[in-house]
């Protein structure tokens, strides 16, 4: 707010500036320039600049800017009208500074007369007299006229200072609600990621319970690999970003502990097309949807699978994943706040820019997320 506040005083300086230099530049070049006709401009324009600084620092953040209408138009218009009665005052006040009236411009001096000795020939030649026209004497403007000349004036003035001012205002509500908007942006994806964090804690401990019991060997590396895990999950949560290389290896490492306690008739397959994996993307998007798929996707009594597809094209990275229907649950029903969390993210990071598919089948699930890719 200080800054703004320096770049409008800033703006005012420097438009007073070129206002008070105009009679510099445009007397400079008369045969009348004299400083003591540039003080009298400058004396003219302090009525305009005394209404400019009341309007500035009192009537406008007192009664416009809080919206009290009616007594910033008559306070405005009361100032402005009396200021532009006094027309005589700059005179006055000219006078009493420097004891010399007002420089005015000089009277055209009357042609001389021409004898015939000036003529180019001789000859006779009658004389009649050259009488100097008169210079007509100015028409002075009526007192009404002036009046009406320095309110107009002077609302210009005012109506340029609520400009800048009103301009100003919005520009600073705007980054106040920009800067609001992301804070509350912020705080809603931290509880989003932070609802994550157990729910996967908590589904990777019952595979490791499960292991306990058919291989200690194997448990024993998984508490291990999810310790490693967890570091990343309360690393990125806090974070908010990560590379496509580190999300995938998390990934990679999420969907290795889970294997070990599946045989041979659960077929993982995971395809990595990633041409530039240095881009950073928000954190732990693609979770959810690869503990879905083991959660709902994977028998113990018969064949399944997991295919996990990801590849990056022009600016997008897509991710999808496939996996069948085991006779646990309806998928569709039981997918928990996992694939809630995610559409509240994406919703909250891309707005409208990304896709975000399902396509249920019989036998099959299928989901498929598009994201936009920001250059590293």
Known sequence: MITQKRSE????AILWAMVLSLPV???????EFNWNRVVFEWIRTLPFLLIFVINNSLLAPKLLLRKKHVMYLVSIVSIVFILSAFNHLPRILHR???Q?????ERPMKPPRQISPRDLPFHGPMKKKPMNPTPAKPR???PLSYLIFENMIISFLVVGFNNAIKLGIKQQKEELLREEKEKMHLETELSFLRQQISPHFFMNTLNNIHALIEMDQVKAQKSVIELSRLMRYLLKESQEGMASIKEEFEFLTSYIDLMSIRYSNKVKIDMDLNLTNDS????SLLFISLVENAFKYGVSYNQESYIYILAFQEEKKLTFEVANSKSDKKNVKSSTGVGLVNLQKQLDLLFGEIHTFDVIETEKEYRVKLIIPLQDD
């Open 9 to 12: 005083n800033i703006t005012y």
């Open 25 to 31: 530049f445009t007397l400079k070049g008369g045969n």
């Open 96 to 98: 009493a500074l420097f």
């Open 100 to 104: 010399a009236p007002v420089p005015r």
């Open 139 to 141: 028409d002075k403007k």
């Open 279 to 282: 881009i950073k993307i928000p």
